[in-house]
């Protein structure tokens, strides 16, 4: 398998703009798991799935931001108008249900909003 | 989630052993204390985890202590390629549930030549 596969990886956008990360968790996996980044506030869970329903958006920031995950092999995470506070590198990352499993996270893309 | 402490940074000298420690006195006795690592500009990377016993795998030991507040990950011949910020955290495991996983602020190990 290819890893948890995320697109683009580098993204550019005015502010105002809609702006939609894409990622492709590893076959199988039950859970899938969206993560933003920034040097003021680290790592933070935005949202996660189980079987593709969103169990947990207590960490999405805003109602600008939205994730979906249509069938077990896609998701989305749309942000609707970006601010250039969005910027940020957002990372998805899937397991397996389980004891004890792994996380498995994406290379991530680097969002920057002018 | 139990809460983690680690030191900021690190050095280690190439071909030695890298002992990364890791604080989590609130540690309850079902949650298992996880290890992950973020090399510059990757997605973090699982290394191990364990819950009480010390545990080995082809990356790194992790030795927990017997009250199990405190545990200390071991790379044991550090390269420079394991310059990275080490993250600590205790949870519980994903069956039935999935656990997030909250990460701190980490270790930032850097291994010098």
């Known amino acids: 398998d290819a890893g948890v596969i995320q697109s683009p990886r580098h993204e550019v956008t005015e502010m105002g703009q809609e702006v939609t990360l894409r990622c492709k968790p590893i076959?199988?996996?039950?859970?899938l798991f969206w993560y933003r980044q920034t040097m003021m506030r680290g790592l933070e869970l935005l949202i996660y799935f189980n079987n593709n329903v969103p169990i947990d958006d207590s960490g999405m920031p805003e109602d600008r931001f939205s994730a979906k995950m249509p069938n077990a092999s896609f998701s989305t995470l749309k942000i609707q108008p970006s601010e250039p506070r969005d910027s940020a590198v957002y990372f998805c990352?899937?397991?397996?249900?389980?004891?004890?499993?792994?996380?498995?996270f994406g290379q991530g893309t680097r969002l920057t909003v002018v | 989630d139990a809460k983690t402490t680690q030191p900021t940074s690190m050095d280690c000298a190439e071909g030695r052993a890298a002992n990364l420690p890791c604080n989590h006195s609130?540690?309850?006795?079902?949650?298992?204390v996880y290890w992950y690592r973020q090399i510059h500009s990757q997605g973090p990377q699982y290394i191990i985890h364990g819950l009480k016993n010390n545990e080995t795998n082809e990356m790194a030991s992790l030795i927990i202590t017997e009250d199990r507040k405190s545990s200390t990950l071991i790379l044991p011949h550090a390269t420079l390629r394991d310059t990275a910020v080490y993250y600590c955290i205790v949870s519980l495991p994903s069956s039935g549930s999935a656990r997030q996983l909250t990460f701190g602020s980490g270790t930032q190990l850097t291994v010098l030549p």
């Open positions: 609130t540690i309850s006795g079902n949650e298992y």
């Open positions: 990352a899937s397991r397996l249900q389980g004891w004890s499993t792994e996380a498995f």
């Open positions: 076959s199988g996996h039950d859970y």
